[in-house]
């Protein structure tokens, strides 16, 4: 009895694990980095200095800070249908995580400072903390991967690679 329950809980939390991770890479990988490169709306909005917490926490009723939230959370909604057949209790456990990681890793925006222990704990999880990504929010090169820091390596590399694709087609004679 005890072991089934276990065996359930266990599954639940690898699924909604499993959820943050993979849509957290595709957000980074198909969304965040490309839209850094090509496009202008992720920068316009998520990056404009000196806005409030609400803001940055997409908790605002601005079309185009909600365009860009939406774009930026499709991945995940992609993923949660995937994975609705195997738990669909980890499924809303993760994307309930997701959404408390977006508020949470913007409330530097109030003056917060992580504690220590938890600072700790999210190293040790690899879970991107408010300081981390406000770096990316101070400059656009840094700081990837929203809720995982072990996207931040490769979402350098593949911003370095598609800024040189760009560069390749703005130059090269039709
Ligand atoms: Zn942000
Ligand atoms: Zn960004």
Same mark, same amino acid.
Not at 100 to 117: D, E, K, M, N, Y
Not at 127 to 136: M, N
């Given at each position: @009895?005890?072991?089934? =329950?276990?065996?359930?809980l266990?599954? &639940?939390?690898?699924?909604?694990?499993?959820?943050?991770? @993979?849509?957290?890479?595709l957000?980074?990988?198909?969304?965040?980095?490309?839209?850094?490169?090509?496009?202008?709306?992720?920068?316009?909005?998520?990056?404009?200095?000196?806005?409030?917490?609400? !803001?940055?926490? =997409?908790?605002?009723?601005?079309?185009?800070?909600?365009?860009?939230?939406?774009?930026?959370?499709?991945?995940?909604?992609?993923?949660?249908?995937?994975l609705?057949?195997?738990?669909?209790?980890?499924?809303?456990g993760?994307l309930?995580?997701? /959404?408390f990681?977006?508020?949470?890793?913007? =409330?530097?925006a109030?003056?917060?400072?992580?504690? &220590?222990?938890?600072? /700790?704990?999210?190293?040790?999880?690899? =879970?991107?903390?408010?300081? &981390? !990504?406000?770096?990316?929010? /101070?400059?656009?090169?840094?700081?990837?991967?929203?809720?995982f820091?072990?996207?931040? &390596?490769?979402?350098?590399?593949?911003?370095?690679?598609?800024?040189?694709?760009?560069?390749?087609?703005?130059?090269?004679?039709?």
């Amino acid at each position: @009895m005890l072991a089934a =329950i276990a065996r359930e809980l266990a599954c &639940q939390f690898l699924v909604a694990w499993l959820l943050l991770v @993979m849509g957290d890479f595709l957000s980074t990988f198909c969304y965040h980095v490309p839209e850094h490169v090509f496009g202008s709306l992720h920068l316009k909005t998520h990056h404009s200095s000196k806005k409030t917490f609400r !803001h940055y926490a =997409i908790l605002t009723l601005n079309v185009q800070v909600l365009l860009d939230g939406f774009l930026g959370a499709l991945p995940y909604l992609f993923v949660a249908a995937v994975l609705w057949s195997v738990s669909p209790i980890g499924v809303i456990g993760g994307l309930l995580f997701g /959404q408390f990681h977006v508020w949470w890793r913007h =409330i530097s925006a109030l003056g917060w400072q992580t504690p &220590q222990p938890i600072a /700790q704990l999210c190293r040790v999880l690899f =879970i991107t903390t408010p300081e &981390q !990504h406000w770096l990316h929010h /101070q400059k656009t090169t840094v700081g990837f991967g929203d809720i995982f820091t072990f996207f931040e &390596q490769p979402a350098r590399a593949w911003m370095r690679l598609l800024r040189l694709l760009r560069l390749h087609f703005r130059y090269s004679p039709v």
